[in-house]
């Protein structure tokens, strides 16, 4: 089924499994609109941060996440997320502000102000949507479903190349507990926990090229009539 006449591919899985790089070049080469749907819980982070909310306070938390305006500017390379129009792109990618995500994206008023905004990216001619609960909450009916993992050492591995490429100086072993904090937290949470849906199509990645990933998920596209060629 369609999101409103639209094909929608969802792209799940845990921290460092790749899925925001995959999904990226995957809607490059569809040429469809992507959701970067973590972006958006690390925007209403720091703005929580910045405007000093309690955690404990979910109706505050839920106002600041429908007033959040952030847009994703695709002229800049590498894309640039604007919060308030005041660009925040390497504010975002930080563990702490990963950490504060996680902890807000935990508290159900906050998942509900973000659904609709998020559903309202499925515009034609398509949409790849990257995040923890694109397939079982925000888009159920999505065509094609996939949840993409790999094993923790490499998802620690993977994600401290890339701080590392990108200035942040952050050391393994820290990250990996940071890892398995935030899956831990993501998996174990009450409202949509990180969990593949029944239709997803579960691929480990460790060991596979992101060339290896996509080719994989356009086989899957193909199979699912989504793609012609
Ligand atoms: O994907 P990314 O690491 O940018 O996401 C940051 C945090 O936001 C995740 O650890 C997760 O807790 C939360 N998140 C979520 N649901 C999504 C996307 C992200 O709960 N759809």
Redesign the pocket.
Known sequence: MTVNGVPVVAI?GP?GSG??AISRSLAVSLDWHLL???????SVALKVNREGLALSEPAALAAAASRTRVEFSAAAEPEAILLHGDNVTALLRTEEC?AM??RI??IPEV?KALWKR?RAFARPPGLVA?????GTV?FPEAELKVYLTASPEERARRRHKQLIQKGIDVSLPDLSEDIAR?DE??ANRVV?P?KPAEDARVLDSTGLTPEEVVARIRVWLRESGLLSN
């Not at 970067?36 to 690390?42: F, T």
């Not at 990257?130 to 694109?134: A, E, F, K, S, V």
Request: aromatic residues 4%; without cysteine; hydrophobic residues 30%.
């Open positions: 799940d921290t899925k925001g970067d749907s973590g972006a958006l819980y690390r990963g995500a996680s994206a935990a998942r998020q990257d995040g923890r609960d694109m925000v935030r937290r993501d949509a990180l």
